[in-house]
């Protein structure tokens, strides 16, 4: 496919679990972004990796949360001992590169629900 | 710190009618800014973007300018449709990595 891939679409899962999500950008681009969309918060920023760089974990709520970018290309989002707190609609993004006027192009996203 | 503040929704319109979704910014440096749309059951897709101050953005008859004088960034549209229907995002690219800042979401809503 020619899009941002996620798996899985929705998870359910009990409060306390660990929980992965995946995230396969498009070929090429460079940059990859986590967002987390929420009714009370709207849509947030969580992490973002640009090639080798170290990521900019700026926006990850706790130490609950991880992710990582293997081979610069697939991403995962981990949560740890997840929260009910923690349900919400998870996207992710790539562009081209990390540049301030280069467009993402988002995934249709995971949705999590913590029971 | 940089923020986006959009007008509040649901915006419920008759088609045909004109459209108008305030957006405004704070921000330091250069930020390109975003129209973000959601159709329902769909994500996000871009609509349409401004990279510099003046700079008009444009895509499927919305459009929206870049003012910096104002700190405004309102999209617009002549006759809306049905299809129109979906929720709108206003954001910012930050010079910081190109991470968006979203404004909350406008609903619009056009019945026929």
């Known amino acids: 496919g020619a899009g941002v891939s996620q798996s899985p679409s929705n998870k359910v899962t009990e409060k306390g679990k660990d929980v992965e999500l995946r995230c396969d950008p498009i070929s090429g681009h460079t940059a990859l972004y986590w967002y987390r969309q929420s009714l009370g918060q709207g849509l947030e920023f969580l992490i973002y990796f640009q090639g080798n760089s170290a990521p900019d974990k700026s926006g990850l709520p706790s130490d609950r949360f991880s992710a990582e970018r293997t081979g610069g290309s697939v991403s995962t989002l981990t949560i740890q001992r997840t929260q009910q707190e923690d349900s919400a609609v998870y996207l992710c993004?790539?562009?081209?590169?990390?540049?301030?006027?280069?467009?993402?192009?988002f995934g249709d996203g995971t949705r999590l629900s913590i029971l | 710190g940089n923020s986006v503040t959009q007008m509040e929704g649901p915006v419920t319109l008759s088609e045909e009618a004109f459209l108008t979704i305030n957006c405004t910014y704070t921000a330091t440096g250069y930020p390109s800014l975003f129209w973000y749309v959601q159709y329902p059951g769909e994500g996000l897709q871009l609509l349409l973007k401004a990279t510099k101050a003046d700079d008009k953005g444009s895509n499927k008859g919305f459009e929206a300018t870049y003012r910096k004088e104002t700190t405004s960034f309102h999209l617009e549209k002549g006759s809306v449709q049905v299809s129109d229907s979906a929720v709108y995002f206003c954001?910012?690219?930050?010079?910081?990595?190109?991470?968006?800042?979203f404004g909350q979401g406008t609903e619009l809503s056009v019945k026929p």
């Open positions: 954001a910012l690219s930050s010079n910081q990595g190109g991470k968006l800042i």
């Open positions: 993004a790539s562009s081209r590169e990390d540049r301030v006027e280069e467009p993402q192009h």
